[in-house]
């Protein structure tokens, strides 16, 4: 696009060159400025919902069920067929598409076979997270209707379990009745929107159910827990209020927290919610296990508990050189 630009412009180049005209310079300058800021205004006009997400596997995986989805609203049971043929573009290896009713019934599964046709709202992962019924509650969200839930489970033939992310999206097949369908994929790179998703979600249950929402907050058996995501609540003195890394230190007072290169985080939390409702703040925090500095995230928000204003938030690694502004 910058380049389809200069090269329009060069007309008027040449016209301002012959005219001699004083001010055109002033004209070729603009051009030659928009024709730099096209390259940052393509993709914004081309933004999407798709664009929050950073990694290719994750806007693949969206893009597999929303087929799927639009197979199955159109075909209905015909769709089933497709999607259980081996070796497929719908079923291949540990890749394929599972259906749930809202009311729990398995209403097909390729691997599982077993399941289809049986209520599997009991089916957990290892660390007690309900996986169909919170795969229920991601669809039924009226404003939404889709969007991501992240387990524990073994890979298909396999033993020991791993982090698998499914997206899950509400479909209405031809006769009227709605269902939830999905895929997962393992090991996922974490993408920033599944940390701010969560954030906002333990936000909501903070503002509907004041204090009592501490311990579902901490509960692994909650959409709160991913790999190393978990949600913290902060009050406005810098003491940690849900503090999952150190759950049996209460009120632990982090208003001296600093960062590898001497940054004050949470103070700067606090004065970042002093003027929005939420923000980012990127700070230096080696991975566990090693010494080297790594680039890392939070994403905080302002709620009410009770009264009280807080700031509940989580925090991940990014996937980004150090130096490399944010």
């Not at 090991?187 to 311990?215: C, H, P, Q, W």
């Not at 982090?254 to 290169?261: A, C, G, S």
Request: net charge negative; with cysteine.
């Amino acid at each position: 696009m910058r380049l389809i630009v200069i090269l329009l412009s060069l007309p008027f180049v040449r016209i301002c060159q012959d005219n001699e005209m004083s001010n055109n310079w002033f004209v070729i300058h603009v051009i030659l400025i928009l024709s730099f800021c096209f390259i940052r205004l393509d993709p914004v006009c081309a933004q999407d919902s798709r664009s929050v997400y950073q990694f290719n596997e994750t806007l693949d995986l969206i893009e597999f069920v929303e087929q799927a989805s639009q197979h199955f609203a159109e075909k209905g049971s015909i769709a089933l067929l497709d999607f259980g043929i081996p070796d497929s573009k719908w079923f291949k290896e540990s890749r394929f598409i599972f259906i749930y009713d809202l009311e729990g019934y398995c209403a097909f599964h390729p691997v599982h076979k077993e399941f289809v046709g049986q209520n599997v709202l009991h089916l957990k992962d290892m660390n007690g997270k309900p996986i169909i019924q919170l795969i229920i509650d991601i669809v039924s969200d009226e404003n939404k209707g889709e969007g991501w839930l992240h387990y524990l489970w073994a890979d298909w033939g396999g033993y020991t379990p791993s982090w698998k992310s499914a997206y899950v999206k509400r479909v209405t097949a031809p006769d009227g009745k709605t269902y939830a369908l999905g895929s997962g994929t393992y090991d996922i790179r974490t993408e920033k929107k599944f940390m701010i998703d969560i954030v906002n979600s333990a936000a909501r249950l903070l503002e509907n159910k004041g204090e009592s929402a501490y311990n579902t907050l901490i509960d692994k058996a909650n959409i709160y827990y991913f790999r190393d995501i978990y949600i913290f609540v902060i009050n406005m003195k810098g003491e940690a209020i849900v503090d999952p890394v150190f759950p049996g230190r209460q009120n632990r007072d982090l208003i001296d927290f600093r960062d590898m290169i001497g940054n004050y985080v949470v103070v700067d939390m606090i004065e970042r919610l002093s003027e929005a409702d939420s923000a980012m703040v990127v700070y230096v925090w080696p991975k566990p296990g090693q010494s080297n500095p790594s680039k890392k995230v939070a994403y905080v928000r302002k709620v009410n508990v009770n009264g009280e204003d807080m700031m509940v938030g989580s925090s991940m690694y990014i996937v980004e050189p150090i130096w490399r502004k944010f």
